[in-house]
């Protein structure tokens, strides 16, 4: 067939086929549910990372327009509450999904040698989930949010001595302002996503090259 | 296996998987274009009919000037702007209402009784009573409105641009 010929030749110059047989044909030992968590993180992340482009289309990271960017988005845009609400129900559950994978490999005793690095790149990859959520909070700018960065900008500035400190980088200043805004906003769609698809790079090569590890037996 | 009239379970499988993943794709894939070419959608009124109240308001003989404002949405985005319509009566039947807008730069002209002439205060402008250029740089007369009456109330058709 010609869709086999053009396959083939592709194929000869990429060595495709050897990335998929690396990757989905490994030896794995036998596993249950629980072991599906690390790719639905995957594909929560890649859902979050599509919806989050669409979003980007119309939303403005200001305080004169953040607010009635979303409402244009919710109530003006075709299926603009659909690309949102995916948005928004998808980040909780990313949250919870990445937090569930983080127990399996816990209770599993998975994060032992040889895995230590995928722990600790996971590890980075939770707190990276929990800081997406935490910045991409305050930018419908409405009350809640706005209360919430409050809040949540206020608990490490009780840290001594550097508390103050660290509540004015977060906030870019001493206010929650204009400034606020913009930075959350940045991180939220450049830097933590960044370090999240680099470190899932990572995590995945790790997983491959060292392989899944056994439920742990009675007696181990 | 190969000799049954019936297709084989590796084709079954192929077929369907196409057919989903063709379904998946569309139940993804549209709403994703509706999306982001939901504003190229949307059509903006261009024109209108914007009442000037009843004609009794406008007397014979001096030009009148109307103020209003049109408002246009894109998107967040709500922009005003501010128009002048000159309501000139010269008997009960004749009626021209001109735009204030000058033709050269768009400044706003106004009438000047003593001169009897619209004059633009931006490059020196005039204009006379029927909107004709009598002196400076407009290329054209002043822009006329089309006009009706409705139970003696005086309308103008609003084009933009």
């Known amino acids: ?220 | 296996m190969s000799d049954t009239p019936n297709i084989d379970r590796r084709e079954f499988v192929k077929v369907v998987l196409a057919f989903l993943g063709t379904l998946m794709g569309a139940v993804v894939g549209l709403p994703a274009i509706g999306y982001l070419i939901s504003p190229a959608t949307r059509v903006q009124q261009k024109e209108a009919w914007i009442p000037l109240g009843p004609l009794e308001n406008y007397p014979m003989g001096e030009p009148k000037l109307f103020s209003f404002t049109r408002t246009t949405v894109n998107g967040w985005e709500k922009t005003a702007n501010s128009y002048g319509a000159y309501v000139v009566r010269k008997s009960e039947t004749e009626l021209k209402v001109y735009s204030n807008m000058c033709t050269h730069l768009s400044c706003r002209v106004t009438w000047k009784a003593d001169l009897k002439e619209y004059i633009c205060p931006c490059h020196d402008g005039h204009f006379d009573s029927a909107g004709l250029v009598t002196l400076g740089p407009p290329p054209e007369s002043l822009h006329e409105y089309e006009t009706k009456l409705e139970d003696g109330n005086l309308f103008i058709h609003f084009t933009e641009g």
Do not use: C
Request: charge should be neutral.
């Open chain 1, 1 to 220: 067939m010609m869709f086999d010929k053009v396959l083939v030749w592709v194929d000869e110059r990429m060595g495709l086929s050897a990335i998929y047989s690396t990757i989905f044909d490994r030896k794995i030992p036998k596993t249950n549910w629980w072991f599906t968590l690390g790719s639905a993180s995957l594909f929560l992340f890649v859902l979050q990372g599509l919806t989050g482009m669409f979003l980007a289309v119309y939303y403005v990271p200001s305080p004169d327009h953040a607010y009635d960017s979303i409402q244009y988005i919710m109530n003006g845009v075709a299926f603009g509450w659909l690309v949102r609400g995916i948005h928004h129900w998808g980040a909780s559950a990313m949250v919870i999904v990445v937090f569930i994978h983080m127990l399996r490999t816990f209770f599993y005793a998975a994060y032992k040698f040889p895995r230590e690095i995928t722990w600790l790149t996971g590890v980075v990859l939770l707190l990276a989930t929990l800081g997406m959520g935490f910045t991409g909070y305050l930018l419908p700018w409405n009350q809640r949010a706005y209360w919430a960065t409050t809040v949540g900008t206020e608990i490490p500035a009780t840290a001594p001595f550097i508390g103050d400190f660290i509540l004015r980088v977060l906030r870019g200043g001493y206010d929650l302002s204009a400034v606020t805004l913009a930075r959350f906003f940045a991180v939220h769609i450049w830097f933590l996503p960044a370090v999240i698809a680099a470190l899932i790079g990572i995590h995945l090569y790790l997983v491959v090259r060292a392989g899944i590890s056994a439920i742990p037996k009675e007696d181990e």
